[in-house]
């Protein structure tokens, strides 16, 4: 099984700066990576996909990029909205979801 | 628009079977898999299985053994059955589309999740 390890778990950051999320597969996936953003108490919500592919409707401060087994998020320009938990899934083989990013304001 | 919806009991016997129905609307089922993903403390995120547009299924090897996905597209209803229930099962289950993106298949939309406790 491909198991994804994300870091940090979590990061505090300060409205306008620039948030860089990590995600690490246990294998080559090669792009077959999503980005959600789950608020709490709600269901997780796609951002990105194909690892640089954003999701209509969403914002372009965010980002993705990465191919392989190492891949980024990154928020331009951190929004008070944005506070949430961020997960990555991989697609290549079955699904696997890391364990989370915990973004909070400082 | 598309709308997805988790109706399950709340609270499960342990050794009970749990049954959760997602309706959905906006699209049909005949033309997207159907996913099952549930959020533990335990485990985090966990995918359990899907069933496919052409109603055949596929589960994680994890729940294989006491996992049911099933449909009435008539309905536009998608059914999850899971025997055997453990306290370690507590959690939140999702419904979610995969729909394509590009040349990719994702999740790309989801339900708010059916809330359930296994207690005695």
């Known amino acids: 099984d491909i198991q994804m390890t994300q870091s940090p778990s979590l990061l505090s950051a300060s409205v306008g700066d620039r948030v860089t999320l990590n995600c690490k597969a246990s294998?080559?996936?090669?792009?077959?990576l999503a980005w959600y953003q789950q608020k709490l108490g709600e269901a997780p919500k796609l951002l990105i996909y194909?690892?640089?592919s954003l999701q209509t409707g969403i914002p372009s401060r965010f980002s993705g990029s990465g191919s392989g087994t190492d891949f980024t998020l990154t928020i331009s320009s951190l929004q008070p909205e944005d506070v949430a938990t961020y997960f990555c899934?991989?697609?290549?083989?079955?699904?696997?979801f890391g364990a989370g990013t915990k973004l909070e304001l400082k | 628009q598309v709308q997805l919806k988790e109706t399950g009991p709340g609270l499960v016997q342990p050794t009970q079977t749990l049954s959760i129905t997602c309706t959905v609307s906006?699209?049909?089922?005949?033309?997207?898999?159907m996913q099952w993903v549930r959020q533990t403390p335990g485990k985090g995120l966990e995918w359990m299985g899907f069933?496919?547009?052409?109603?055949?299924?596929e589960y994680n090897s994890e729940f294989k053994s006491r996992l049911s996905i099933s449909r009435d597209t008539s309905k536009n209803q998608v059914f999850l059955k899971m025997n055997s229930l453990k306290t370690e099962d507590t959690g939140v289950y999702y419904c979610?589309?995969?729909?394509?993106?590009?040349?990719?298949?994702?999740?790309?939309?989801w339900g708010q999740g059916a809330s359930v406790t296994v207690s005695s």
């Open positions: 899934q991989q697609y290549y083989s079955g699904y696997t």
């Open positions: 069933i496919r547009s052409g109603g055949s299924t």
């Open positions: 294998q080559n996936i090669y792009k077959n």
């Open positions: 194909n690892a640089n």
């Open positions: 906006g699209f049909s089922l005949t033309s997207y898999y």
């Open positions: 979610a589309r995969e729909g394509p993106l590009g040349a990719d298949y994702v999740m790309d939309a």
